[in-house]
């Protein structure tokens, strides 16, 4: 009888740890699968606003083609986004990609005027600088900007 109770005693500290375990890794596996989902979200909400706000311009790959050169003329041209870590010593100048799509920090020039303010222009209808309303778009300008960072070129 004591045997018994001794041997239950010492399997159920196991068990416990064992479904403690397959449950940390459960969570583990969940926490990984929902923060490649949250990566995956931002990476497309990046290549669909590039799409939809960069691309006519710069082109679809960046390189500064896209298909109003055609029609409007524009000097400076469009740049060739894919050269902006080379021209500066190797290293993508995040900030400053984020600071030229939103666009508010800059002081407008001539030719900045031909890029959109997307920093005003992305803000919730109704609801424009409120935080929330920034946050969102501070989220997909950055987004943006990991976008072109995936495009440089040596
Ligand atoms: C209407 C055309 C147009 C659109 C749309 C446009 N751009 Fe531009 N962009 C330009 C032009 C022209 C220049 C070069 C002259 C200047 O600095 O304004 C430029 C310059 C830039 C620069 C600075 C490059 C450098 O070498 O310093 C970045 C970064 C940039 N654009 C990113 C973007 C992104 C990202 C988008 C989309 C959110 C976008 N642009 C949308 C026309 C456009």
Known sequence: MTGRYTRVAIALPGRVL??????????????????????????????????????ECHGLTGKGDGPSCL????????????????K?????????????????????????LQMPFLGTTLQKPGQEFTPESDAEVKKRIEAMARFVESIQQQ
């Open 18 to 55: 064992t479904a403690l375990a397959q449950g940390s890794t459960g969570f583990l596996l969940l926490t990984l699968v929902l923060a490649t989902t949250a990566r995956t979200a931002a990476a497309q909400s990046g290549i669909r606003d590039y799409q939809n706000y960069c691309a």
């Open 71 to 86: 029609t409007i003329a524009m000097n400076p041209p469009p740049s060739d986004l894919t050269q902006m870590a080379r």
């Open 88 to 112: 500066n010593g190797g290293k993508f100048p995040f900030d400053v990609v984020v600071d030229s799509i939103d666009g508010r920090k800059n002081i407008p020039s001539h030719a900045r």
